[in-house]
């Protein structure tokens, strides 16, 4: 575990692996550290001969915080994009792929297989379209292609994800209840995760790092981005899709619609997956991303 001075910034990383296995660069999503790769989905990666490097995106976890910002006006994002203007906002999905670039470039790694779920899918999307000269090949798991024209979540999911949470310094039983909850909503339906399972990963990341504000600047970084579909039809490395069928938060259709814009995509759907990682859905998510990579 360590920092690196990477494009501008200081990230927080971890290596886990040895070190002339395949390297793997683990995006996580919005207002999520890295912790969200949990520590048993990554040693069935390393045991297939990977050198896994998670890093917490900027503005959460253990990296730079971005709070001298302030809060971002969804508003006025959201109005910006329309009118065809650039948003003001501290940063964008393309300089978070640039850390990941320059993360590489700081370990050496010339090039990297990248895997991102949920905002970290739209992450490793821009890494391949920016800096294809860094990607073996791309994993991008429930996500998808920045169409404007993708069904919504379903109207519970979107209160889950953005309703404002208890202060957990103030009371953290509530926070963590709230964070609960919300795997509730957008968890698998047919996996579900016990509740003592959710709350034990809440209070580590809780424990670990308390950045609320963070989630709202990447957020706004997420309303910021471009439809990328013109520019994934360009790829050429390979390129894996991976979705749950039963994706309250990011519906299968944007898993779809990603894989019909990239041309080296192969889509694996998985039958009761919500927007995460119960275990019983790893094999099949390890399977899809070592179908990209053995490509490669």
Known sequence: ????????????????????????????????????????????????????????????????????????????????????????????????AADGAALLDHLGIDK???????????????MAIEHPDKVLSMSSVMSNSGNPDLPKPTDAAMAALTRPRPDALKDRDAFINSRIETDHVIGSPAYPIPDED?????????????????????YAAILATRDRRAELRNLTMPVAVIHGTDDPLVPVTGGRDTAENCPTADLIEIPG??????????EAVLDGIEKATLRA
């Open 1 to 96: 575990m360590s920092t690196a001075q990477v494009n501008g910034i200081e990230i927080w990383y971890e290596e886990l692996g040895p070190e002339d296995g395949k390297p793997i660069l683990m995006i996580s999503g919005v207002g999520t550290q890295s912790t969200r790769w949990k520590a048993d989905f990554v040693d069935l990666l390393v045991a297939r001969g990977y050198r896994v490097i998670k890093m917490d995106n900027r503005d959460i976890g253990l990296s730079q915080k971005f709070t001298d910002h302030g809060l971002p006006d969804f508003k006025r994002v959201i109005a910006d994009k329309a009118a065809g203007k650039t948003p003001d906002i501290p940063y964008t999905l393309s300089d978070m």
């Open 112 to 126: 990297a297989h990248v895997c991102g779920f949920s905002m970290g899918g739209m992450i490793v999307q821009l």
């Open 198 to 218: 959710l709350r034990a990963q809440a209070e580590a990341d809780l424990d670990r790092s308390y950045h609320p504000t963070g989630f709202a600047r990447q």
């Open 273 to 282: 997956m919500g927007h995460n990682f119960p275990h019983e859905v790893y």
